[in-house]
């Protein structure tokens, strides 16, 4: 502190002295004119002088000069002059002199956004900064038209699920990552606050040149580079809270006592005496209450960020610690990232980067399910009273066992099962780039990936006191021995490329032009290890050596490599006219030898109708300022299977074995049915797309409409089993079609300082499955037709609840026949669609739900004035159903707890207007089949992220000598929802397509609330 | 300085030419490539044919008494309502085509036979000694037509692969004739019936499968199809000729663990436990012994019926080895047994194994032999081929080896303690039949193969055979006035339904049995 106060006290004593030599100290902001953005490296110079400095990584300035007058100027945009006859504040703002020149990242390669001819998505470094958040998808989440961004579930460090365009296959939908050329699954070893800028391409005009692997779209990734000529120090540091937003309302022990001694009677199987005696007790217990918390999070990033002339420098460093809103889980990253540059002479250049990242994550996998906290009873306590606190092992015993659940007390089960992946993932690049003329350019750059999982889970050994009332299944309570499970894998991935620009202008011709070739080698190797009956649970012997008996181990390796050779043209007219080729061809190691192959064409050609001499005549000119019409086609492949598909593997495990009288011998059986048949799946994609910018830049808007059609999709096709083949072998066995619509549009402008914003984007797509080799697909609970879209729940129709037995008696068929002859008044109806006969699976099942979104949607506002800052993105969909599967799960009777509506809501007299059925033991009427009662609406809008930011005056900074800039704010994530679904979560994130929409309880999404600071040095 | 340039393109580009390879090799992996080489490659195939017979969790003899018992007169299927409610449609003849019990018999035996055509395909090309190598692949005609008689009984005409296909050659495999299956069976035994005789086997080697099995099969099919001509013929030549097997001198002592794989057994499946965390044992008797005897972890499945203890005479010593009750007591055991969750008071005592032959190994999977087919079931069998064919007096002297080996039964079972109902043996217990009249002696022998043979499986082959299904099963629910049986419709239910799975699978190309 004090010495802050003597850094402070220094630094005005300064400004006093540089006063008084009669300069004048001038500070301001240069920033975009109709945007408002601030612009960094902007020169500022006293006119006719080489004095001059620039901008900060905010826009800021700070300058000394003697003279009236300084130039500001920028690349794109016309330079200013500004008189400056006394010290101040002189903000500048510049007028673009195009808009479109914005860059944009292309796949190999880089394209002026107004020469795009694709469909693309462009998230710029504005739209991401300060997102308090560590994991890469969710800074996407809300900004693009026709990007979704699901949550797979609320674990810290879990990859997200994104959809580019919808579905595009039953098969594997998920979008390539490519961070600085370089392909990569898992996007968790990425620090956010390294990122530059996102570009998602959507059509395949655009993705065509990543060809067997774009089908699904690519998310393009660039990493922050050095600058040139200055020197920026960040640091970031924001801490907050995580929790779990909503709970289900689950019976307290009153209504769950009523509820079971209803539901049983007088059952002789049900021993009322012992369960009356557990409820006596008087415990109340809220599992959820118990399994869930207020976790702390916190989040630090420093980077520094610097150049000359022939080198530019990025070091830095990340750590996050999240810790999840259920107790013991929780995900840390400590991140180091290096990237350098050498202009070695005016041909050369080389340069690399490095990323470190150690990572350790704690899931919730020690719970088989989600429903073991739903399903605890709330009879029973967390810590068993019953147990001496002084006894041996008393930290491990201490947790109560439920003694009418059937499952374990979930808390216990997560506190004494100790299990955590630790990660340590390199990843980076080294290139040299020789600049043979201005228009030739060759690249070759070396990526590597290696990620080393360890995976550790021990079970210790436990024992539970039960007390005289137990009635529940004892086998799950109590650990005889310890139990160790250690695996490890290693991916290490391998990517050369090497490639040729060429770039010319002759007169109004532009010619760019790229060939390239890539090789790549994909490694995984793992080893599995699991041991039990170590001497104690000690921390010692959580080690393989410590446990004695029951060696298991095995181990895999599995190489995959693909070669392939690709190239582009770009080719403009006089700025009116463009046109884009491309190829790819690809041959991948996962087929067999005669179906390698693959290969991937695309087209697309632009039209800038606003360059053209009659648009610029017309008063048309005066409202855009640019509009261009796109039309694309391409085609793209999917690959995205093991790759063991074409062979049939022959293998045993220990259970495998028959006894002919002395000894077990070990029997060998096809384990993995091959296909050598199977070969690419192609989508073939076709896109007509309008851009538009009106009002001075001040308006963006796009339109695009696709076409997808995927043929020889990849599936699992399910085989009769009279083949008794041990899986649904790999088969191209179906053609699907997706048609869909996105608009995108934002508006920036200010009036005076405040500058606001806002954006819109909607998506909508529907798929219809063209072709089928077998009869239906089948999901959890759905089934995809051929003629219809995918995924649709299929099941019985309910129709209410049956009031008397006269209802019962008089729902008959046309021959008289009741339908329902088991039912009791209190169960459902369920519709006969069927001719004649009981409510049967074959004639009386239909769709009753379709989980694919009428409209996906998202929208941000923000504004800024004064210093101030706020930013809000909202997410949503409209339309979707989703099956809830707790509906059901957790409504029966049993040795499990229950939702409080199939208490408070359940069918008692007649006349009850009831959701659920009669509280009963019986299954006769098995109400709780797959029915509508479990499909709801599942539209909603989330309010994604919220900033709200205070960037102190700059001429308050002045004063600090090390600190140039200095933001503090709050961000939040998942802070409403607003919604008419009754489970978790509406946000599903599902990544089997067939089982889109299916609700089984998941480790729920959660709500963070960060508090940072932002510092520039 | 260009040339030079030019030329480290040129040669970085042709590197990465060389050095690209796209044959990855598939580490650590046996493919269909490369295995079935050689003899020891065939016998771990034919093991993993046996094996499918027990596959953990989902084991074949479960399947076999639900629905060879459990849907006829002589079981219920017991347990709760609601648990297995699969067993209670095959109980009550109300199967719905999505049956999951009935998809279980399908799948289990087709992987049954799939293995066997793994091996029977590859074993001539193998490398290794041919004697052996033929033994093998006869062994596996042997269980390739087990799997097809357990089907072609229960679905009629099904599916006739012999061979190992392609997934996409399945999809076009329609449902053979009844009578191809048949003759497929047929010429499958006829093979295996020269497999080597029960005791040609070393102790090493005694569960694999002989020439008795084969035989007996044999004659089951002939006795299925009705042909007691050719069923006589071979069922002479095991009993006459062969003298592979004898009865043992008690009837008890067949479920008893030091007389595993008897010489009464002629078709048992060895199941044993040696590491409790391996699970290779069997789950049968859980599910069919009391729910409420602790140490005994029963679910109370396959619940003999009043109607099956009234087939007894009140006499017969047999009885202590079909039925458990209340108040029966095992040696070692503190508690009693406890049946009053049963509806008829009775469980299944050939399933209850007592927990003194467990001790060490109570687990979900415990050692003990299911015996499916016995010497009992053969000599009965031949004495009804001999009446069908006219040879009444003959055919006497088989039925009474049986009834006389009951008689001589211990009525009292050394395995326990206490015993709620010792029979009262006398010497009018089961006396020798005499009847000659044809008619007469065939009501007689079914009798005695329904006392005989109790609760292990075959009393729904043996109704469907004698073409009396319907018949039996209407007039059980008359008599008792419930439910089992009175839907019994004889156009529908001496058949199971396909599975539907099957069906939409195959695109229709398999179709539905009639009325289902």
Redesign the interface.
């Known amino acids: 502190m004090k010495r802050q106060l003597i850094l402070l006290l220094i630094a005005l004593a300064f400004s006093i002295a540089t006063f008084a030599q009669s300069e004048k100290v001038i500070t301001g902001s240069v920033s975009d004119r109709t945007t408002g953005e601030p612009l960094i490296g902007a020169t500022v110079t006293e006119s006719g002088t080489s004095n001059g400095t620039i901008t900060d990584a905010d826009g800021h300035y700070r300058l000394k000069i003697k003279s009236n007058q300084i130039n500001v100027s920028y690349v794109g945009y016309t330079t200013m002059t500004l008189k400056t006859l006394k010290d101040g504040n002189y903000d500048v703002r510049l007028e673009s002199d195009n808009a479109l020149n914005e860059v944009v990242v292309v796949g190999y390669g880089t394209q002026r956004k107004s020469d795009l001819t694709g469909a693309l998505s462009s998230i710029g470094e504005r739209d991401i900064k300060n997102y308090a958040t560590s994991n890469v998808s969710n800074l996407l989440a809300g900004k693009a038209a026709g990007v979704f961004v699901g949550t797979s579930s609320g674990q810290p460090g879990s990859d997200a699920v994104v959809r580019v365009r919808g579905l595009g296959t039953v098969n594997d939908n998920n979008p390539l990552y490519v961070v600085d050329g370089q392909f990569m699954d898992n996007m968790s070893s990425v620090n956010p606050a390294d990122i530059e800028r996102m570009e998602v391409l959507k059509d395949a005009s655009a993705c065509a040149i990543y060809g067997s692997r774009g089908s699904n779209g690519v998310i393009l990734i660039t990493t922050k580079g050095g600058l040139k000529g200055q020197t920026v120090v960040n640091l970031d540091a924001s801490i907050g809270f995580r929790s779990s937003y909503k709970a289900l309302n689950m019976m307290n022990s009153d209504e769950y006592y009523d509820f079971i001694t209803t539901a049983y009677g007088s059952d002789p199987t049900f021993d009322k005496t012992r369960f009356t005696n557990q409820y006596k007790k008087g415990y109340n217990t809220d599992w959820w209450d118990e399994v869930t918390r207020n976790a702390f999070n916190q989040n630090y990033n420093l980077s520094v960020r610097t150049g000359n002339a022939n080198s530019r420098t990025t070091v830095s460093v990340g750590y996050v610690d999240e810790q999840g809103a259920i107790i013991e889980t929780g995900f840390k990253r400590l991140s180091a990232r290096l990237s350098q540059e050498y202009d070695i002479n005016k041909y050369i250049t080389i340069g690399g980067i490095v990323n470190l990242a150690k990572m350790k994550k704690k899931d919730s996998g020690a719970l088989p399910s989600f429903e073991f906290i739903q399903k605890a009873d709330p009879f029973t306590p967390v810590i068993n009273p019953l147990v001496d606190p002084s006894s041996e092992n008393y930290e491990y015993n201490k947790w109560a066992p439920t003694e009418w659940s059937f499952d374990p007390n979930p808390v216990s089960v997560l506190k004494l099962i100790d299990r955590h992946n630790g990660l340590f993932n390199v990843f980076g690049h080294a290139f040299v780039k020789i600049n043979f003329t201005q228009a030739l350019s060759y690249r070759v750059q070396f990526s590597f990936e290696r990620n080393q999982d360890t995976f550790k889970s021990f079970r210790p050994i436990y024992s539970a006191v039960f007390s005289d009332d137990m009635l529940g299944n004892r086998e799950s309570k109590y650990n005889t021995q310890t139990e160790l499970t250690n695996n490890s894998a290693t991916v290490s991935n391998h990517l050369v490329e090497q490639r040729l620009n060429y770039n010319k202008n002759f007169d109004k011709h532009h010619l760019d032009a790229m060939v390239a070739m890539t090789y790549e080698k994909n490694m995984s190797e793992g080893i599995n290890a699991f041991k039990r009956v170590a001497l104690g649970n000690d921390e010692v012997y959580r080690i393989l050596s410590a446990q004695t008996t029951g060696d298991q181990t095995s181990g895999d390796k599995v190489v995959t490599s693909m070669l392939s050779y690709l190239g582009r043209i770009n080719y403009s007219y006089d700025d009116r006219y463009l046109a884009t080729v491309s190829f790819r061809a690809d041959g991948s190691s996962r087929f067999a030898k005669d179906n390698r192959w693959g290969y991937f064409p695309s087209l697309s050609l632009g039209w800038r109708l606003s360059n053209e001499k009659f648009f610029r005549q017309s008063s048309l000119a005066k409202l855009f300022d640019n509009m261009k019409l796109r039309v694309g086609w391409g085609q793209n492949g999917n690959q995205r299977i093991d790759a063991t598909a074409p062979l049939t593997l022959i293998g045993t495990n220990n259970e495998m074995q028959w006894y002919f009288g002395n000894g077990y011998a070990q029997g060998y059986v096809p384990t993995y049915q091959g296909n050598a048949d199977i070969k690419w799946e192609t989508s073939q994609q076709t896109n007509i797309g309008l851009d538009v910018t009106l009002f001075h830049n001040a308006l963006d808007m796009s339109l695009d409409f696709y076409v997808k059609q995927t043929k020889d999709m990849l599936l699992n096709m399910p085989i009769p089993s009279f083949g008794a083949f041990p899986n649904s072998p790999f088969f191209n066995a179906g053609d699907l079609k997706n048609t869909g619509f996105e608009f995108v549009m934002n508006y920036r402008n200010h009036v005076g300082d405040f500058n606001y914003h806002a954006g819109v984007n909607l998506s909508t797509y529907k798929t219809k499955v063209t072709k089928l080799t077998s009869d239906y697909l089948t999901g959890s609970v759905s089934r995809t037709y051929e003629g219809g879209p995918i995924g649709r729940f299929y099941g019985y129709k309910q129709l209410g609840i049956f009031q008397n037995q006269s209802e019962i008696d008089s729902y008959v068929d046309k021959e008289g026949n009741k339908i329902q002859p088991n039912a009791h008044p209190g169960d459902f109806k369920f519709a006969k669609l069927g001719e004649k006969g009981v409510l049967n699976d074959d004639d009386d099942r239909t769709f009753i739900g379709d989980p694919n979104p009428d409209v996906i949607y998202g929208f941000n506002l923000g504004f800024e004035y004064k210093g101030f800052d706020f930013n809000v993105a909202f997410q949503g969909t409209i339309g979707n159903d989703i099956y809830n599967v707790a509906k059901g799960t957790l409504a029966v009777v049993g040795y499990q707890n229950a939702l409080a509506d199939a208490y408070n809501k359940a069918w008692r007299v007649e006349g009850d207007r009831a959701v659920y059925p009669r509280i009963t033991t019986s299954n006769d009427n098995n109400n709780y089949r797959v029915s509508s009662f479990m499909v709801e609406d599942g539209s909603y809008l989330r309010l994604q992220n919220l900033q709200v930011g205070y960037t102190l005056p700059s001429k308050l900074m002045a004063s600090f000598k090390y600190i140039s800039s200095c933001r503090v704010y709050v961000s939040a994530q998942n802070l409403f929802t607003i919604t008419g679904y009754s489970g978790l979560d509406p946000d599903l994130g599902v990544s089997n397509p067939l089982n889109m929409g299916y609700d089984s309880t998941r480790y729920p999404s959660s709500r963070t609330i960060m508090f940072g600071v932002n510092l520039q040095f | ?2 040339k030079i ?2 030329s480290i ?1 040129t040669l ?2 042709g590197f ?1 030419f060389i ?15 490369n ?1 079935y080489k050689k003899q020891s ?1 065939i ?10 017979l ?3 969790w989902n084991e074949y003899a479960l399947n076999f008494y639900f629905v060879g018992d459990c849907s006829t007169d002589d079981a219920l299927k017991g347990s ?3 648990d297995r ?1 699969e067993v209670m449609e095959l109980q009550n003849f ?1 199967v ?3 049956n999951g019990e009935v ?1 279980r018999r ?2 289990i035996l ?2 049954l ?3 066997c055509n ?1 091996v029977i395909a590859h074993a001539m090309d193998a490398q290794g000694d041919k004697d052996i190598l033929t033994r093998y692949m006869n062994e596996a005609k042997a269980l390739r037509a087990f799997g097809y008689y357990s089907l072609v009984t229960t679905f009629g005409g ?2 006739l ?1 012999t061979s190992p ?4 050659e ?2 076009r ?1 329609p449902r053979a004739s009844a009578d191809d299956v048949y003759k497929q069976i047929v010429s499958d035994l006829n093979d295996a019936a020269a497999l080597p005789a029960k005791d040609k ?8 499968l002989t020439r008795g099995f084969a035989k007996t099969m044999l004659a089951k099919t002939y006795m299925f199809r009705g042909d007691f001509q050719n069923a006589e013929k071979v069922l002479r030549d095991i009993v006459e000729t062969d003298h592979d097997y004898a009865l043992l001198p008690d009837y008890g002592m067949n479920w008893r663990k030091e007389y595993e ?1 008897s010489s009464e057994s002629v078709f048992e499946l ?3 436990v ?1 590491d409790k ?4 044992g069997t789950n049968v008797p859980h599910f069919f012994t009391s729910r409420d005897v602790p140490g005994y972890q029963g679910y109370g499945f396959h619940v003999p019926t009043t109607d099956l203890f009234n087939a007894f005479d009140k006499d017969d010593p047999r009885q202590t080895y079909v039925f458990t009750r209340t108040g029966d007591r095992y040696v070692g055991d503190k508690q009693a047994q406890d049946n009053h ?1 049963s509806a008829t008071g009775f469980h299944d005592y050939k399933m209850t194994v007592p927990s003194v032959d467990k001790a060490g190994f109570d687990v979900w999977m415990i050692s003990y032999n299911i015996r499916l087919i016995r010497y009992a079931d053969v000599l009965l069998l031949y004495a009804e081929a001999l009446n069908e064919n006219g040879k009444a007096p003959e055919a006497l002297k088989y039925l009474n080896q049986v009834r006389q080996r009951a008689r001589n039964t211990n009525p009292m079972d050394p395995r326990k303690d206490q015993q709620a109902y010792v029979p009262v043996v006398t010497a009018r217990t089961l006396p020798d039949i005499t009847v000659t009249n044809k008619d007469e002696l065939r009501e007689i022998i079914w009798h005695e193969r329904r006392v005989e043979l109790a609760m292990e499986g075959w009393r729904r082959d043996d109704l469907m055979r004698q073409r009396r299904f319907g018949e039996v099963m209407k007039a059980y629910a008359a008599k008792y006035n419930v439910q089992k049986g009175r839907n019994f419709n004889d156009k529908r239910d001496y058949l199971l339904p396909i ?4 069906i ?5 190309v ?1 179709t539905q049995n009639p009325e289902y």
């Open positions: 300085m260009k340039f030019l393109v970085a580009f990465s050095s690209c390879d796209l044959d990855e090799p598939s580490y650590g992996k046996t493919t269909s490539n295995f490659d016998a771990e195939a034919l093991t993993g044919a046996y094996l499918q027990r596959t953990t709760s309502d609601g409610a109300m719905y085509t999505t998809g399908w799948e087709y992987r036979i799939n293995r793994d099904v599916p692969i296909m392609q997934p996409e399945i999809l495999v086997y070393s102790t090493e080697e005694q569960y694999h794989n060895p199941n044993k040696y965390s391996i699970a290779t969750q599975p539907q799975g099957e939409d699978k195959s695109n229709n398999l």
